[in-house]
């Protein structure tokens, strides 16, 4: 019995590939569904964003121009949640968000380098965690500077 060699070949559409490389995208897809086409649980920001604080070391930057909360909101948004148990060390980041009717909300950052995913959990959830792409983890560098 003779065998012949197998090929395998794979297919990535287009809309595939601009969600990971292409962060002014990311806006556009969390408004549609909090979900994402595969099915994967997104976070969620409750209401209309007044004010976003970030600490890190006991210094605190306060963003409160819409450029950065829109930033900060598409990258909690498109936030994917991973399967498994959670067992993390003290986050980089405390992010607290303060909605236009004044209550808060915590996330814990877990910033990677550049060229890197980070982490975030919601102070309201922390059994679960949630991962941003390395384009994303950019702009957080970028705010946080």
């Known amino acids: ?41 997104k976070m969620k920001i409750k209401d209309s964003i007044a004010k976003i604080s970030i600490s890190k070391d006991g210094e605190v930057i306060s963003l409160n121009d819409d450029a950065s909360i829109e930033t900060l909101r598409a990258v909690i948004e498109s936030a994917t949640k991973e399967d498994g148990i959670v067992n993390m060390s003290n986050p980089t980041h405390y992010v607290d968000v303060v909605y236009a009717n004044e209550d808060k909300q915590r996330f814990y950052f877990w910033l990677g380098e550049a060229g890197e995913r980070s982490a975030i959990m919601s102070a309201d959830d922390k059994h679960s965690i949630y991962t941003v792409s390395a384009a994303l983890t950019e702009k957080i560098i970028i705010l946080t500077q």
Not at 12 to 41: F, I, L, M, R, W
């Open 1 to 41: 019995m003779s065998s012949s060699p197998s090929i395998l070949i794979g297919c990535q559409s287009q809309e595939d590939t601009q969600k990971e490389n292409d962060p002014s995208k990311v806006a556009q897809q969390t408004e549609a569904s909090p979900s994402s086409e595969d099915g994967a649980e």
